[in-house]
């Protein structure tokens, strides 16, 4: 948009190159098929002043259809990562559980661990409860 209007105000302030001002019009109509993905020789604005209409639109639409597909990716990686706590929050539940049925009352020092281990670590740690002879035998 910056663009058409200074190509506009140079041919206010320039007379006598109107003659190229379609050549321009043509150049912008382009640029705006090729973000469009339309095909060549779509109709080509005969004018500045028409392109430079054109292009506003083409921008509201575009920032609209950005705007659109970041709250969709947001709501998607949203999504992802609260299945991802969930699951977390899962295992840390079965662990504290198991350790707690096995073995009894937990330290404080455990549950923090637990609570602060990642996924594997959590997979791996209720797999060792299965041998263990103590919560150390697990979380250490």
Do not use: C, Y
């Amino acid at each position: 948009m910056v663009l058409v209007d200074a190509v506009i105000d140079w041919f206010r302030r320039h007379a006598g190159f109107e003659a190229l001002m379609p050549l321009f019009a043509t150049l912008a109509g382009r640029v705006e098929e090729m973000a469009e993905g339309a095909a060549p020789n779509v109709r080509v604005a005969e004018n500045l002043l028409e392109v430079r209409t054109m292009l506003a639109a083409r921008a509201a639409e575009w920032k609209q259809q950005w705007r659109s597909e970041g709250r969709q990716e947001g709501r998607q990686e949203g999504r992802q990562e609260g299945r991802q706590e969930g699951r977390k929050e899962g295992e840390v539940i079965l662990l504290t559980r198991q350790l707690e049925r096995r073995f009894g009352k937990l330290p404080d020092s455990a549950r923090e661990k637990i609570a602060a281990a990642d996924m594997a670590l959590l997979e791996e740690w209720s797999l060792r409860v299965l041998d263990a002879k103590g919560i150390d035998d697990v979380l250490g």
